[in-house]
């Protein structure tokens, strides 16, 4: 297989879990608000967790990019 084709593939996985770590984060910002908590510590906990599991899914298509082939 070419490196381009390989590094196509490598991209559309990265942008895969780039994407899901945007889609955690705003869930852990939008999530609170839709269940009509009132609570400040359930808002704070809720974007807390959204953001880490946002960190890893970034962090996991940062290393997928390391796998680029010039």
Same mark, same amino acid.
């Given at each position: 297989? =070419? !490196?381009?084709?390989? !590094?196509? @593939?490598? *991209?559309? @996985?990265?942008?895969? %879990? !780039? !994407?899901? $770590?945007?889609?955690? %984060?705003?869930? $852990?910002?939008?999530?609170?608000?839709?269940?009509?908590?009132? =609570?400040? $510590?359930?808002?704070?906990?809720?974007?807390?967790?959204? $953001?880490?599991?946002?960190?890893?899914?970034?962090?996991?298509?940062?290393?997928?990019?390391?796998?680029? *082939?010039?």
């Amino acid at each position: 297989m =070419s !490196n381009l084709i390989h !590094n196509e @593939r490598v *991209k559309y @996985r990265a942008t895969f %879990f !780039n !994407n899901a $770590g945007i889609l955690a %984060f705003t869930t $852990g910002g939008i999530f609170p608000i839709l269940q009509g908590q009132s =609570s400040v $510590g359930f808002h704070i906990g809720a974007f807390g967790v959204g $953001g880490l599991v946002a960190a890893v899914f970034v962090a996991i298509s940062q290393w997928m990019l390391s796998e680029l *082939k010039e």
